[in-house]
C-alpha cells in the first residue's frame, strides 16, 4: 500500500503570506492565459481554497490497498486529483511571475524516445513525464499524442493500468504500476511501461514544498511595494486651501495602499461636506470636525510608514468618533444605537432606524439643537450627524479613548 503525507502547514504558511498584506494581492494584475490582463484575485482565493482541500483529500488516499484487482482505478482517482494541485501551484507561481528553483531529475526511471530532441531541461522533462503519466493512465487513453518525448509512437492508447504483481507483473520488481499501452508503429503492438509511486510522489511533494519558495518571494513583492509608498510622500494639509481636497487625497492614496481605509475617510468627507439646518448647533459641529481633522493625523501617519497594525489608541480614534457609544448604565442602549446605522446608509431600513433614533433622542438633545419636530422634517443623514456630536460631547464626560486623547483646548471641548 501506498500513501502520500503532504504538510497541510505549508497551505497554510502561503495563505497567510498573502494575506499579510492582503489589499496588494487583491490588486495584483496578471496575464491570462488568454493573454488577458486581468486581476488575479479571484482566481488567487480559488487556488488557495482548492490546495487545502486537495492536500487533505490526497493525505487521505490510499494506494494499492487490494479493492482493485484488474485495473487501478485508485490512482487515477490520485494522479488526476494530484494533477489539480500541480495545475494550481503552477499558476500561482504564473500570477507572481516567479519560476521554480531548479532541481534534480525526479523520475530517474522515465525511457526518453531517441528519435525525438530533447529541448527541455531536467526540470521541463520532470513535468511532463508526469503529464504523460497522467494523460496515458488517466485522461487520455485512447488518445495520448503531445508528449512525443516518452512516447513510443505517434500517439499511444491504454486499455489496462495495474498494480504490477496482481493480473499482470513485470520483471522489474521495483516498478510499482504498469501501464499497458498500445500502438501501430512499433515491432511491440503491446508495450507495458513501468511506474514508480514513490517518483510519483515525489514530484507531488517538490510541487507543493516549493510554495515555501513562492511565498518569500511573495513575502519580498510585498516588501518593494511597501518600500516604493513609504518612499512617495504624502501631501500634508498644510499644502491644501480646502481641507475636503486634502481628504480625497487621503482617499485616493488609501485605494492603492491600504482600501480598507477607503470608506472611513469617504464617510469623513461626507461629514465636512453637510450643512446643519439649526445654526444653533454650528458650534459643536466645528468643534467635532476639528477632533477629526486630529484624529486624521493617526490615518496620514499609517498610510505614509505602510503601518496597519493599529496598535497604539490613536489608531483606533477615527473609528470612536465615527461610531459613538453612549456610557449611561441605567438603561440599555445598546441595541438602538446599533439601528441609528440605518439612517446613514444607502439601503438602510431608514423608517426603523429613525424609531430606533426616537429612542434615544433624551440622550442626544442634552448635547445637540435636535427634537421630535427635528425627526420628520430633516434629512436622515443630518440627524445621523447630530447623533455623532452628540455621542462625541458624552464621551468627553467619561473615561474613554475620545476623552484620553482629545487634547484639552476650546476648539475641542
Known sequence: MFKICLNPDIAIHFRNTINEYINFSMNHKYKHKNKKIDNSWNTICSIMDRIDDLVYYLNKKVLNDGTWKSCAFDFFEFIEQAGVLISCIDDAFAIYNVKYQSHNVIFKSMRLNPKVP???????????????????????????????????????????????????ALNNKNVDLVLVSYNNETSDFIINKGVIISEIFNYIKYKYYSLNYLSKKISLYYKRIISDFRLSKIKKVSSFKDYILY??????????RNPDMEYEIQEIIDIFSLELTNKKNEIKFMKYKNSLKYA????????????????????????????????????????????????KESNGEKKFGLGMYRCLLNVFERYVEVSEEDLSKLSYYELYVLSQIAL?????????NISK?????IEYR
Request: proline share 4%; with cysteine.
Open 405 to 409: 486623547l482629545i487634547p484639552n483646548q
Open 296 to 343: 486624521m493625523q493617526s490615518f496620514h501617519r499609517q498610510l505614509q510608514n505602510m503601518d496597519f497594525n493599529c496598535i497604539s489608541p490613536f489608531d483606533r480614534l477615527i473609528g470612536d468618533l465615527l461610531l459613538g457609544e453612549i456610557y449611561l448604565k441605567d438603561a440599555n442602549y445598546r441595541y438602538p444605537l446599533g439601528k441609528i446605522i440605518y439612517l
Open 247 to 256: 481628504l480625497k487625497q487621503l482617499k485616493d492614496e488609501s485605494s492603492k
Open 118 to 168: 530533447i529541448k527541455k531541461n531536467k526540470c521541463e522533462l520532470d513535468d511532463s513525464y508526469f503529464m504523460y503519466i497522467r494523460s496515458l493512465s488517466s485522461v487520455h487513453p485512447s488518445d495520448t499524442s503531445h508528449h512525443k518525448e516518452f512516447q513510443e509512437a505517434d500517439f499511444e492508447v491504454s486499455p489496462y493500468v495495474m498494480w504490477n504483481g496482481g493480473a499482470l
Open 392 to 400: 462625541y460631547f458624552h464621551a468627553l464626560e467619561y473615561d474613554n
